[in-house]
């Protein structure tokens, strides 16, 4: 059942002063204060002139006020909702919605990744292993021969530097007699001096870091290494015997040679 508007009901006088101030329906007489209200109604008196016009006091007005807001919000629970309303609430829902769903997918990808997990670890732990560490997932080395050059160099310093000191020790104890001091520096200048301009300028393929420079920078934890000796001296020694490396930054293993075993 429809409800008559207020402002409808009341008679033709009030009304009409009603409809001056641009009130003609119940629902923009809330819009207004009765105050507000009360001083437009006398303002368009005087302009229109007081016999136009009737005279609306302000308990009159306070109490159309009061009967025109109780009908309003008594209509309000017999509204059906409307499509409109119905399809602002779904879109009000649909964040939520997409963000229900999505939770879903993730727990279900994160199930089948922790399966995944978990089969590698139980079938695969050693295989997967030995594929990291060892020479089996090797690369081709892009430049062999200056890398096995550069190994051989490092050993080489490494037995100049050592001779040096021998020979120098001898000369001191007098165990080596009628001989040159210029023995002992040359071998040293021998054995640094292919260091400084060929060893330590022989980068990786992969990270461009230099891989017997005995300069200090991040190692990886495969890299090849001795106690005491570091990561140059052993990982120089697996190029000339075994034909490979793993770098000493990247972790990258590189093979010298296309072998059977290397592949």
């Not at 204060?33 to 302009?47: D, G, V």
């Not at 025109?68 to 829902?93: G, L, V």
Request: charge should be positive.
């Amino acid at each position: 059942m429809e409800h008559k508007d207020y402002i409808a009901t009341l008679p033709e006088a009030e009304r009409k002063a009603l409809a001056v101030c641009g009130i003609s329906k119940a629902n923009q007489l809330s819009r207004i204060s009765p105050e507000r209200l009360y001083a437009e109604i006398e303002q368009a008196r005087q302009l229109f002139g007081e016999e136009e016009l009737p005279a609306l006091s302000q308990e009159r007005l306070q109490q159309i006020y009061t009967l025109s807001t109780a009908q309003t919000e008594s209509k309000q629970p017999e509204q059906t909702p409307t499509k409109k309303t119905e399809d602002e609430d779904f879109a009000r829902n649909i964040p939520e919605l997409k963000l229900r769903n999505r939770n879903r997918h993730r727990k279900v990808e994160d199930e089948e990744t922790a399966g995944t997990v978990r089969e590698m670890t139980q079938e695969e732990a050693e295989k997967h292993k030995k594929h990291v560490t060892g020479k089996s997932g090797a690369i081709r080395c892009t430049h062999p021969l200056r890398t096995m050059l550069s190994a051989l160099l490092l050993i080489w310093m490494y037995v100049a530097i050592i001779g040096a000191i021998a020979y120098t020790a001898g000369l001191l104890l007098g165990v080596i007699k009628n001989a040159s001091s210029a023995i002992p520096l040359a071998l040293f200048l021998s054995g640094v001096l292919p260091y400084i301009l060929i060893v330590r300028k022989t980068k990786c393929s992969v990270c461009n870091m230099p891989i017997l420079s005995m300069a200090s920078y991040p190692r990886n934890k495969f890299a090849h290494r001795f106690p005491l000796l570091g990561y140059t001296f052993p990982t120089a020694l697996h190029i000339i015997f075994l034909w490979w490396y793993r770098c000493p930054a990247c972790g990258t293993p590189q093979k010298l040679l296309k072998r059977k075993h290397h592949r």
